[in-house]
């Protein structure tokens, strides 16, 4: 399996997860010409994707996704309130008929030879969902725009082979950066995003000797940096109850403006 960081961060998202038989986007937050020059990249072409898989109904998420659905026709999944959040986005135009496909979180669905499992996270969109990838050898999920995350979360994210895992903001940056008040508090809420201590607590309640590749991902323009991120997220590993050390864990950081190398587990 394959796991690629096409984009990544606050100002747009697009993860490629695949292997020689089923290929799937992650959300399309970027534009279909940078969409496109990832998976060429990954020696892909558009039409030869199987499937994209749409975590929730933010800008940052489906920006390119109409341009994209319009020139390719692939099928597209989501939960029912993110399909009614995507037709309601006047910007996307129109996608064409019959490409979206209504998925339940806790319900396994297939694509070729992957098992989809969405499952629900705590965000400010109407019905937002990660998503969990198997084939018969690996696993790999999606699990950015967690205000929170609890054992419910912890479960589908335990055995895994890779995540990328949402390291959003340093608290302090925060706090003290040029966002207002009103939304420094909806960045830091329930249903806001993970902060990089978080991220890093969350990840020792999963970590295992199989899980070969973490990316850090959606990081924050305003209130975060990557060496930050990397080196808060390592010690907090370090410093967490369980048997590991930070630099035990092959981690790095996904960009927002360039794709991350190409993990394959």
Do not use: W
Not at 16 to 41: A, F, M, P, Q, W
């Amino acid at each position: 399996m394959r796991l690629c960081s096409i984009a990544s961060g606050s100002s747009g998202n697009c993860i490629y997860v695949g292997d020689e038989d089923t290929h799937l986007l992650v959300d399309t937050g970027i534009s279909k010409k940078r969409i496109e020059e990832g998976l060429h990249n990954l020696g892909i072409k558009g039409d030869e994707l199987t499937g994209i898989l749409i975590t929730h109904e933010h800008i940052d998420h489906i920006q390119g996704l109409g341009v994209f659905s319009r020139k390719y026709e692939i099928p597209v999944y989501a939960t029912p309130g993110t399909i009614e959040g995507i037709r309601s986005m006047k910007s996307l135009g129109k996608i064409p008929e019959g490409l979206l496909h209504e998925v339940e979180v806790d319900r396994v669905f297939s694509l070729g030879d992957m098992k989809i499992s969405p499952f629900a996270i705590s965000h400010d969109a109407r019905q937002p969902s990660g998503y969990r990838i198997d084939n018969d050898k690996k696993s790999v999920a999606v699990a950015t725009d967690l205000g929170m995350y609890d054992e419910y979360t912890v479960e589908h994210l335990k055995g895994l082979s890779g995540v990328v895992l949402e390291a959003n903001h340093d608290i302090h940056m925060l706090e003290v950066g040029p966002y207002p008040y009103v939304l420094k508090r909806r960045v830091m809420g329930d249903k806001g995003h993970l902060s990089n201590e978080l991220s890093g607590r969350l990840l020792c309640d999963i970590l295992h000797d199989g899980l070969q590749q973490v990316i850090l991902g959606h990081l924050s323009k305003e209130n975060n940096y990557a060496e930050l991120a990397y080196e808060t997220v390592k010690l907090e590993v370090s410093y967490g109850d369980n048997p590991y050390k930070g630099e035990d864990i092959p981690m790095m950081v996904a960009k927002r403006d360039q794709m991350s190398e190409i993990i394959t587990l």
